[in-house]
């Protein structure tokens, strides 16, 4: 059973919520508990550890729900929130995203999408479980996890590994939507941010097949990494399926008309491995940096709509396995000579 706390001081929510969801409460699929404001939904968090997901109004009393989504990761970083809002303009969603907000659905509430936005987040969330589980008993798992994750999983031993900072070979995959924030500008938000997640569940399911991890989203871009035997191969391999499965999609969804393709950048080599951030803002990501980090995404801007970008010194390692084309020598940012570039095709 999925335990579900929503944040909202309109009274007659928790109705149609009980209303609308009866069947899952009667078969004890899902659980609801209920708080006025951020304060009093912090407390129940804090009383209930099984909490999964949090529902959350914006516009609440003593505490609103962007400052809530603000402390959730303090007090159970595995949790997942959705905004449930009437403000649904760009500037609101842009910052319940950058606080950790999981989706964002406006007010008046359709529940058929609101009992599929549930379902997608119990499906992150459990899967979110299952990658802890895997840490905790087999410690092979070395990805994003944060200094509050490894309190929650309290193990020392494992906190002392998951910290360390290291250099690692490795690919980097960095991935653009072309031309996407155009249509933020015409379009509505909702339908907007919903488009963008589609496109990155479809990169995410090709980047995981191949054994990679997302590393960042970053507005309407994806910056993936690779470790491990032929990482740089099965880096290549996902970039050319997620171009394919991107170009599958259809031209007009939510009523948004827009052609999507995807520009890649790719490089590999050694990089630092490491939790930056700030300790005093408790805002901290195990991610990588370095030059190679920096080389997939000048890649990625100098490729167009539809093209895979790699340096001669990737080509030359995979020039058996992958046709490709040279595009020559091209100027970089803080490159202080030409880079030979390539173009994977197939």
Sequence with gaps: MTKILVADDEADLEVLIKQKFRRQIREKQYEF????????????????????????????????????????????????AVIVSAYGDMDNIRTAMNRGAFDFITKPVNFDDLE?????????????????????????????????????????EYENSLMANETIEATIVFIDVCGFTAITETSDADKVVKLLNQYFDVMVKEIIAQNGYIDKFIGDAVLAVFKGEFHLDRAIDAALAVREQIEKLPNETENIFFNPKVAIGIHSGEMVSGNIGSASLRRLDYTVIGDVVNTAQRLQAAADAGQIFITETSYQQIKESFSCNMIGPISLKHKAAPVTVYEVIN
């Design 33 to 80: 508990v209920f708080a006025a404001n951020g304060i009093e939904a912090l407390d129940k968090i804090k009383q209930d550890p099984e909490l999964d997901i949090v529902l959350t109004d914006i516009n609440m009393p003593e505490m609103d729900g962007l400052t809530l989504l603000g402390k959730l990761n303090e007090v159970s970083p595995i949790m997942k």
């Design 116 to 156: 599929t936005t549930i379902t997608k987040t119990i499906r992150y969330v459990d899967q979110t479980k299952e990658t802890l589980q895997a840490i905790k008993e087999n410690n092979i798992l070395r990805m994003y996890v944060d200094k509050n994750v490894l309190s929650f999983m309290n193990r020392r």
